[in-house]
């Protein structure tokens, strides 16, 4: 398979999996909501790869979607761990940071193939987008996992502020 065929099929299964964690997380409206604009974003990129396969045009535009997931991350702090996590839901964050570091590593090397200087920009751009998820995932998971390593493990050394 081509490398955008397959970047496309990576960017519609993560939307596909975004999208169900959105609607497994109805009743929390700060998770929803994350993973409604993660699957929005996906959805923006599985169309730029597409165009740029069919070689049309296409417009790398600055999102705000980074901006959105920081503010709603921002409104979790005022949540306990136990109110975004249940049983699983770590294991929901553990997953979605696989997706986005297989992402990463996709675009790292389509970007190292690039010869075009658009094709390079185009590559880059989705590297700073996945980037900006795993960031997300990667706290989301130290936010949760943070409070049972601190109490299980508080004699031993100096710890972080948080």
């Known amino acids: ?5 397959f970047a496309i099929t990576m960017e519609m299964e993560g939307r596909q999996y975004y999208l169900e964690q959105a609607k497994k997380n109805q009743d ?3 998770l929803n909501k994350v993973f409604s604009i993660l699957a929005d974003s996906e959805k923006e990129h599985e169309e730029l790869l597409r165009k740029r ?5 296409y417009t790398l535009t600055e999102g705000d979607s980074a901006e959105k997931i ?14 975004i996590r249940d049983t699983t839901q ?5 997953l979605a940071t696989d997706i986005e570091e297989k992402s ?3 675009y790292q090397e389509m970007l ?3 010869k075009d200087d658009k094709d390079k ?3 880059e751009f989705l590297l700073k987008e996945e980037n900006q998820h795993l960031i997300l995932f990667d706290e989301l998971v130290k936010m949760l996992t943070r409070p049972e390593e601190w109490v299980e493990s508080a004699e031993f050394g100096l710890r972080e502020d948080y």
Do not use: C, P, W
């Not at 398979?1 to 065929?5: F, K, T």
């Not at 396969?53 to 045009?57: A, G, I, Q, T």
């Not at 503010?71 to 109110?83: I, W």
């Open 53 to 57: 396969l069919n070689k049309e045009d």
């Open 104 to 106: 990463i590593e996709l």
């Open 112 to 114: 190292k193939e690039a």
């Open 28 to 30: 929390n409206a700060a």
């Open 90 to 94: 770590l294991d929901v964050y553990r």
């Open 70 to 83: 920081k503010s709603v991350f921002g409104g979790l702090k005022d949540y306990e761990a136990s109110q």
């Open 1 to 5: 398979m081509h490398n955008l065929e």
């Open 121 to 123: 920009k185009l590559f």
